[in-house]
């Protein structure tokens, strides 16, 4: 059992590369963070974020997904018993039922390669570049029951550049969802 610190305590959850857990843990670390992240759920047993989790010593479950009433019970126990407040999903690829957020009752966040409304679902720099924009970006928003439609809680956009490809969109996206995602919480939780 988690002892209340003043800080949030955090769960993310994961479903492989890590990068944003690996940017929340790093602001978890700062003085002034407002959250403790006291749980890495992954829904995949090779997800490196699970590696960056051990080495931070946060204690990391892999959670095998049979079926989404079996998982979401297993993960509900696992919050309840950890105290989680919030809940932030950096790239798990599961959708999260509207049951799930019914009984959590608290903030559950994520985060979006995308300036949405624009490309909800997957494959957003395709899209992107397809279209031609001329921006896209990131966006942390609450999860509701429609898949990436919840309240925008931060965006950030960037320049699409006639020399970009699918990996020069991917790398300076993720630049900003590094920055953006900590930032979305602080507004989350301080109402600012
Ligand atoms: C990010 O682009 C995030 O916006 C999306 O999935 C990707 C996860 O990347 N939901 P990582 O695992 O955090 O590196």
């Known amino acids: 059992m988690e002892k209340s610190t ?4 955090t769960a993310v959850f994961i479903s492989g590369r890590g990068s944003n857990l690996k940017s929340l843990i790093k602001y978890s670390k700062t003085k002034k963070s407002l959250i403790k992240i006291v749980l890495v759920i992954s829904d995949k047993s090779s997800a490196k974020g699970l590696e960056y989790a051990n080495k931070s010593k946060i204690n990391n479950i892999f959670i095998k997904y049979n079926n989404r009433r079996s998982f979401e019970k297993c ?4 919050l309840k018993k950890n105290n989680v407040d919030l809940i932030c999903l950096a790239g798990f690829m599961k959708i999260i039922s509207s049951s799930f957020i019914k009984k959590f009752y608290k903030p559950i966040l994520n985060i979006h390669p995308s300036l ?4 909800k679902g997957l494959n957003t720099h395709s899209r992107v570049l397809e279209n031609k924009d001329k921006y896209s970006g990131a966006t942390v928003h609450i999860v509701n029951d429609k898949l990436d439609s919840g309240k925008i809680i931060l965006q950030k956009k960037v320049k699409v550049l006639k020399s970009d490809n699918y990996k020069s969109l991917e790398k300076k996206i993720l630049k900003i969802e590094h920055k953006i995602y900590p930032r979305a919480i602080i507004r989350l939780l301080t109402n600012y």
């Open 116 to 119: 949405l409304p624009k490309y």
């Open 6 to 9: 003043g800080k949030k305590n």
């Open 75 to 78: 993960l509900l126990k696992l």
